[in-house]
Nanobody, 126 residues
Framework: QVQLVESGGGLVQAGGSLRLSCAAS????????MGWFRQAPGKEREFVAA????????YYADSVKGRFTISRDNAENTVYLQMNSLKIEDTAVYYC???????????????????WGQGTQVTVSS
């Protein structure tokens, strides 16, 4: 079992930055694909970014490309989401997700992930 705990959310003005962290425990997640998703009020959960187990490949939703950066520190068993140039529409609960994979794989669908964190709220104000 893998436990994921997100942190780093908060209230920020538009144009500002936040860095989310996802700390994993229970197992080493170096062999896991890790992803970030978000869910805004009244909307479905959507894919934000993913990073494969080899840390070579990343993938982003078009809405955050160029503004968000996903990274991982396998020694710390932690995944990060650096969010810059935040917009009001980035307001959502952000979730970290993990999936054990045998080969480097990018996953973009919710159902592909086995483990989820409890989420952290990000609110962007004008």
């Amino acid at each position: 079992q893998v436990q994921l705990v997100e942190s780093g959310g908060g209230l920020v003005q538009a144009g500002g930055s936040l860095r989310l962290s996802c700390a994993a425990s229970g197992r080493t997640v170096s062999t896991y694909t890790m992803g970030w998703f978000r869910q805004a009020p009244g909307k479905e959960r959507e894919f934000v970014a993913a990073i494969n187990r080899g840390t070579i490949t990343t993938y982003y939703a078009d809405s955050v490309k160029g503004r968000f950066t996903i990274s991982r520190d396998n020694a710390e068993n932690t995944v990060y989401l650096q969010m810059n140039s935040l917009k009001i529409e980035d307001t959502a609960v952000y979730y970290c997700a993990a999936k054990w994979v045998t080969v480097p794989t990018i996953l973009r669908k919710q159902w592909e992930y086995d483990y989820w964190g409890q989420g952290t709220q990000v609110t962007v104000s004008s």
